[in-house]
């Protein structure tokens, strides 16, 4: 099953058992979704229940908002996350605080899908990613689907939540193919131990877990050393458990994202280590991230702006070799 | 000539100063540039420097005083300065060592004739030396540093001898913590038996002999990864072992086997031969099962069981029928330095559809062989007795049944009884 079908089939299940669950965005509806995830659900539900919007990001959540407040499940979905810069007024101004500001009585039971990163020769303007501000917002549940299987579940249980979450997706992950096991009780909030190893903790997100992975090989060949790769799966809350158990085991910590490294989300992972786990690390902690440009058109150079296998793979043998390896 | 020092205008807003600490005291060369105090201003306490040369003449104001800005605080005698140029080394020498006397008692000179002006790096180099000693605890992560700890190590005595990196990782401290408490025959037992280091005492040096008793009294194994060869051996015998086989035994006539016996036609060479000949009259050991069926190969191809040492080979004897006796015995002299260098090819194991072991050599009568991988049958060939030769066949009934099986014996027995064969071959 590919990703979007993933997604696709967690939106279509929900709105099958509840009839408050509403999609609106830009094209989501006649036109089956810009990546194709809301395809065929117009003919199954109706255009009540699936809205093509106009262009205008900020009215969209700010439907939502008030379509959550009124009693519905909204599901409203960004095109592409640097357009949501327009709607950030309602994703962090008000998304995140009715609960807090009405005491409680307001709650908003919504969704904002949020596709973003690098993908193919988009440019500066339609290739950013925005965790390191949405998971700066108390209030906001952030999840980051970079898996079929969990695309397919933390979908699900976002819009069966009663919190605001934000469900960020890779657009190069659309047509990522995996196995979705549907009878399983997958947790949002914990973060998946894709691969298991004993010596270095590599902890990732969305795309850049694949990226990782492929470095993998080349990394433990080189050092002779096992990798364990993490995805964190939940950016905001953070599952510091499953982090803890490999850091102490491996004594390291690697964290690979794709943004700019200056005040990039990673950062936060690693504050974590230095603070909380400064007595278990044998090496100082690395972050591989994007450099600090915008995103370029040119491909060579798209490419040299953010991690790839190669660089990764080169960046951790040259760190564990500098350190004692 | 006499020059003043004044209290110099810090900051834009300073109006006083309070002298905090005299650098030079009176008889002191002093050189353009030098500090002469510490100021205290409104804002911060500050060095203030002799805008020229000279020997300080006097001191004007004590420690802890308070004065305008412009008031003399010190006098220099300017000229003094080319007279007594030779002593500046002495003076800033005596200046560093010693802390500054306070004016109101001038140093006396006789010190700065003790200071070491032989040797004016000597300071230096002591405060070089001197360093490291203030600066505690080596370099390490801070889970190496925590290890270290636990068993007591200085890291930074063992970077200064060089026996640990800089920076040390845990995997450096472990080395060291192994070598200081284990002798090298006892990290090597260690590392044999896979025991960890943590089973013995801290605070001693451990010996071979410890280690020993510790794995006797423990009765520990010594662990054997099984290498590539012994784990396919493995599988092939835990297929045969599932095979559904039955065993048929009788005697095969030794006269014409030992007749024709050289020095290169051995009688395994013999028994190769003998067999491919009853193979070829007998299709169903020339036979082999796939999951399409039957295959019946036209030409006899065997595989021998060869030990050395704890590894056993089943390298095959390709078409034997085609291969004349010398053929023969020179593929298994090639076998033999192969398996001796352990060089086997995995295409040299397999296309057999018949396997031969012989264990006549040693002594053994009779016992029974397991099928090596897609044999139909196996033999297992024991010594001579009284003239004859116990051949026991394992055989795969799914391939050949008992009758065919019989007939195939009959057919060896005739062979080996049979001299007319042994010329043909030898021909």
């Known amino acids: ?325 | 000539m006499e020059y003043q020092i004044v209290m110099p205008r810090l900051s834009d807003t300073m109006d006083e100063g309070q002298l905090v600490t005299w650098k030079i005291a009176p008889g002191d060369a002093v050189k353009k540039g030098d500090v002469v105090a510490e100021v205290e201003s409104d804002k911060a306490v500050m060095e203030i420097e002799s805008f020229k040369s000279g020997i300080v003449q006097s001191l004007l104001v004590e420690p802890g005083e308070t004065v305008r800005v412009g008031t003399p605080i010190a006098v220099l005698d300017t000229d003094g300065a080319q007279r007594d140029a030779v002593g500046v080394m002495e003076h800033r020498e005596t200046k560093t060592k010693a802390p500054a006397p306070s004016p109101a008692k001038p140093a006396p000179k006789k010190e700065k004739t003790a200071s070491p002006k032989q040797d004016p790096l000597a300071w230096l180099l002591g405060s070089a030396q001197a360093q490291p000693s203030s600066y505690v605890g080596g370099t390490a992560s801070p889970r190496a540093r925590e290890a270290a700890e636990r068993y007591g190590l200085d890291i930074e005595a063992l970077q200064h001898e060089g026996s640990l990196p800089t920076p040390a990782h845990l995997a450096d401290i472990k080395q060291v913590v192994l070598r200081h408490y284990f002798t090298p025959r006892a990290l090597q037992l260690l590392t044999r038996y896979q025991l960890s280091a943590d089973l013995f005492a801290v605070g001693k040096k451990h010996d071979a002999a410890e280690v020993e008793a510790y794995i006797n009294a423990h009765d520990i194994p010594m662990p054997e990864p099984l290498d590539m060869l012994r784990k396919s051996m493995i599988a092939i015998v835990n297929e045969a072992a599932k095979k559904p086989v039955y065993h048929m035994s009788d005697r095969i006539e030794a006269k014409w086997l030992k007749a024709y016996e050289t020095e290169t036609a051995t009688v395994t060479v013999w028994l190769l031969k003998l067999f491919a000949e009853a193979m070829l009259r007998h299709e169903g050991f020339r036979t082999t099962l796939t999951a399409q069926g039957l295959q019946v190969w036209p030409n006899a191809s065997i595989s021998l069981a060869m030990a050395s040492g704890e590894y056993l080979y089943m390298p095959v004897f390709r078409n034997v029928n085609l291969l004349s006796l010398s053929k023969v015995a020179a593929q298994l002299q090639v076998y033999k330095t192969k398996i001796a260098q352990r060089r086997l090819g995995k295409e040299e194991l397999v296309g057999s559809t018949f396997g031969i072991s012989n264990l006549g050599m040693t002594g053994i009568e009779s016992f029974d062989a397991m099928i090596n991988k897609n044999d139909s049958a196996i033999a297992a060939v024991g010594s001579e007795r009284d003239g004859s030769i116990a051949v026991t066949l394992t055989v795969d009934h799914r391939l050949v049944n008992g009758y065919q099986a019989a007939l195939f014996m009959q057919e060896l027995k005739a062979l080996a009884g049979d001299e007319t064969f042994f010329k043909k071959v030898t021909q």
């Open chain 1, 1 to 325: 099953m590919l990703y979007r079908e993933a997604l696709n089939r967690a939106i279509d299940e929900v709105m099958a058992i509840d009839e408050t669950v509403v999609v609106l965005g830009e094209d989501v509806g006649r036109y089956g979704g810009s990546y194709r995830v809301t395809e065929g659900l117009v003919a199954k539900y109706g255009e009540a229940r699936l809205i093509d919007t106009p262009i205008a990001e900020l009215s969209i959540v700010g439907n939502a908002i008030g379509m959550a407040m009124a009693g519905l499940r909204p599901v409203a979905e960004i095109m592409t996350a640097n357009f949501a810069l327009l709607a950030f007024d309602q994703i962090i101004n008000h998304m995140p605080k009715y609960r807090y500001m009405s005491a409680g009585k307001i709650t908003l039971p919504m969704v904002v899908r949020f596709p973003q990163g690098v993908s193919r020769q988009l440019a500066a303007q339609h290739s950013e990613s925005y965790e390191q501000m949405l998971c700066a917002v108390p209030g906001l549940r952030v999840l980051a689907a970079g898996d079929v299987n969990y695309a397919y579940h933390a979908l699900k249980a976002a819009m069966l939540s009663d919190d605001p979450v934000v469900f960020i997706e890779h657009e190069l992950l659309y047509t990522k193919k995996g196995e979705v096991d549907f009878d399983a009780e997958v947790d949002p909030f914990k973060a998946r131990v894709v691969k298991a190893g004993d010596d270095i903790t590599i902890v990732s997100y969305l795309k850049m877990v694949d990226d990782v992975m492929a470095a993998v090989p080349e990394i433990e060949k080189k050092l002779g050393k096992q990798c364990e790769v993490i995805d964190l799966c939940s950016l905001n809350p953070v599952d510091y458990d499953t982090l803890e158990a490999s850091v102490k085991k491996t004594g390291s910590i690697v964290v690979v994202e794709e943004d700019h490294k200056t005040g990039g989300y990673g950062a936060q992972i690693v504050s974590w280590a230095a603070e909380k786990m400064f007595y278990s690390l044998d090496e100082p902690p690395l972050r591989i991230a994007g450099e600090d440009v915008p995103i370029p058109y040119n491909r060579t150079l798209e490419l040299a702006a953010i991690p790839t296998p190669e660089s990764i793979a080169a960046r951790i043998v040259a760190w564990a070799e500098g350190n004692g390896a």
